[in-house]
């Protein structure tokens, strides 16, 4: 994305190129249907689902972005995971890390659960172990996500993309945490790239999307196919909104991670919390990977709240700019808690495998003033010094009986 050209970016991202009357932004069709020209001859177009302008558009501008043949944009980030898992059947095996996003995960179970294929769940980011797993088991699929959610996890995406192909396999890397302005999974060996483009892509919080992208013409056309066939393509007013989010992910990008440097480091240094998840803080166990597969380290920080869980909701209600809400990737702050909100959908057991605990809290830094974002979480942590001191029975409290 960092490197396209300004000659790409307005062919691909739709800008000037209307023939009807030079808008400089594209129309939006919106049109269900398209006129056939002639009898038993249909024109580039014929019913949306199957294809559309708009949609068209946001594609050739995504695959652009990520250096891909093609893309096919679904109507969620989950449409595109069920999607790409149309290329497996049963008796097929998929290996997944077993702290993927709690949706993906939920939705891979639950095909196992109905033999649509079989699922191994492979911590992927223990490189050397992993390797090891995958010629072991010679999977159909391997799936990654790096960073991971909500644990940024980093997996190494040339090396676990070399052991896959030894083996067969495809890869699909989820690329939703980084966007393709901060990594391009295809040019580091991936055969599939898929975002929620709900997050960053779109990045206003007005659209939910997806996209599936390949190098590979015949399994974009496969994709495509199935896209059609179970009708997981997206609208296209959606589209539009989303290729003009698409138009400032740079820029915003930019300011994400500025910020998100920032945020990480103010937490590190704070006696109140715990662990501190953030490939960008040089003490992470991926942050040598994530310099040399990412440009910069995104925007999602994770953390655990040290001291009791009584506390979180203490914490919580002291912020005013990060609101509580599930999602990410947007120009405004938000903060969650995995455990009862994004990864709910997993069991006490897979989100204690996963590492998931009740202390722990996500944050999707925005790009507002980072001294306000900093002031913000300032006040959350006063909140939480300010309950302890008033659980503490005070010291010179008189006591009730007086020995006598
Ligand atoms: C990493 C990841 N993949 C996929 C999805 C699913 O996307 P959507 O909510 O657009 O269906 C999400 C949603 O949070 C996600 O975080």
């Known amino acids: 994305m960092g490197h396209l050209n300004q000659e790409t970016v307005v062919t691909r991202f739709g800008v000037n190129c209307d023939d009807n009357h030079g808008a400089v932004i594209p129309p939006l069709y919106l049109s269900s249907n398209f006129a056939f020209p002639k009898f038993a001859e249909k024109g580039k177009y014929d019913y949306t689902r199957s294809g559309n302008p708009t949609r068209d558009q946001l594609a050739g501008a995504l695959a652009a972005a990520e250096g891909g043949t093609g893309a096919v944009i679904t109507g969620s980030g989950m449409a595109a995971v069920h999607l790409a898992t149309q290329l497996l059947q049963a008796g097929d095996v998929l290996i997944a890390p077993p702290d993927c996003y ?36 010679k999977p159909r699929m391997v799936w990654i996500e790096t960073p991971s959610n909500p644990l940024l996890r980093i997996t190494d995406i040339e090396a676990i993309a070399e052991a896959a192909h030894a ?7 989820d690329n939703t945490f980084l966007s393709p302005a901060g990594q391009n999974p295809l040019a580091l060996g991936a055969d599939i790239v898929l975002h929620s483009t709900t997050k960053y892509i779109n990045g206003h919080s007005d659209v939910v999307g997806g996209a599936v992208i390949c190098s590979d013409a015949e399994l974009l056309e496969e994709l495509a196919w199935w896209g059609n066939c179970l009708g997981l393509t997206g609208s296209p007013f959606d589209s539009f909104q989303t290729l003009r989010g698409l138009r400032t992910l740079a820029v915003r990008y930019r300011q994400h991670q500025e910020n998100a440097l920032q945020v990480a480091q103010a937490l590190h240094d704070n006696s109140l919390v715990g662990k501190v998840y953030f490939p ?26 040290a001291g009791s869980y009584s506390e979180i909701p203490v914490f919580l209600n002291a912020l005013k700019l990060f609101t ?32 998931i605990s009740s202390q722990l809290l996500r944050l999707s830094v925005g790009i507002e003033h980072v001294d306000d974002l900093l002031a913000d979480l300032a006040n959350g942590f006063a909140a939480v010094q300010q309950s302890r001191l008033e659980s503490v029975p005070s010291a010179i409290s008189v006591p009730r009986k007086v020995a006598c």
Not at 167 to 173: I, P, R, S, T, Y
Not at 280 to 305: T, V
């Open 280 to 305: 960008g803080l040089k003490d992470h166990p991926g942050h040598e990977i994530a310099a040399k597969q990412q440009r910069g380290f995104g925007a999602m920080i994770s953390f655990e709240l």
């Open 324 to 355: 509580l809400a599930e999602s990410l990737g947007g120009v405004e702050s938000l903060v969650a808690h995995p455990a009862t909100m994004t990864h709910a959908a997993m069991s006490a057991e897979d989100q204690a495998t996963a590492g």
């Open 102 to 137: 709690g949706g993906c995960h939920r939705l891979l179970s639950a095909a196992a659960r109905k033999s649509q294929f079989e699922v191994q769940w492979v911590p992927l980011w223990e490189t050397e172990a992993a390797v090891k797993q995958i010629s072991t088991i």
């Open 167 to 173: 083996v067969g396999a495809l890869v699909v890397v």
